[in-house]
């Protein structure tokens, strides 16, 4: 879920809250990814200890999840979404956007998946971008930022003493 405040007069971010969150989630995944620790794989994962599951293969799911979503956004919200990270990661503002929006279309317009894709910390990148139009993801419990399960603000337990008799 996006929560989003708008300002008349600012910048649009135009693709879909759930799209961006699903993006965001499988580029940390994908962020997160090392290149082959171990060559010499047992055929049992456990044997060596799940370390497959963190190496970048190709035809690797999480990759392909990536690109696929990307791949799936309209020419305009590929061409925000490549803003987008620029803006999170500070090459432009958010004053900028109209031209950042512009200039991603014409650079990467057709190659936007694999550009995004090369970008180290691109979930990152994408919720700094997204802070910057006062938007970002809250879990689905959660209707708002700092709330618990119940949509409560997080309770304060103040500290107990120790009873050295009862232990706590």
């Known amino acids: 879920m996006v929560i989003a405040a708008q300002t ?6 135009d693709i879909a809250s759930d799209k961006l969150a699903f993006i965001i989630e499988k580029a ?12 010499d794989s047992g055929s049992n994962a456990n044997d060596d200890g799940n370390a497959d599951v963190l190496e970048d293969k190709p035809g690797d799911a999480t990759r392909e999840e ?11 919200e ?12 500070g090459t432009y503002d958010l004053e900028e956007w109209d031209e950042a929006v512009s200039t991603a279309k014409s ?10 894709i090369g970008l180290p910390l691109l979930g ?26 119940e949509n409560q603000p997080p309770r304060i337990v103040p500290d107990r003493k120790i009873d050295p008799n009862r232990g706590i």
Do not use: C, T
């Open 78 to 89: 590929r061409a925000e979404l490549v803003a987008l990270a620029w803006l999170g990661r």
């Open 28 to 39: 940390r995944e994908f962020d997160v990814k090392e290149s082959d620790s171990d060559p």
């Open 8 to 13: 008349p007069g600012s910048p649009v971010l």
């Open 107 to 116: 650079e990467h317009g057709r190659r936007a998946a694999e550009y995004l």
């Open 124 to 149: 990152d990148y994408l919720e700094d971008g997204m802070a910057q139009f006062d938007q970002g993801i809250v879990d689905d419990a959660d209707e708002n930022e700092a709330v618990d399960s």
């Open 66 to 76: 990536l690109a696929g979503a990307i791949r799936e956004l309209n020419e305009d």
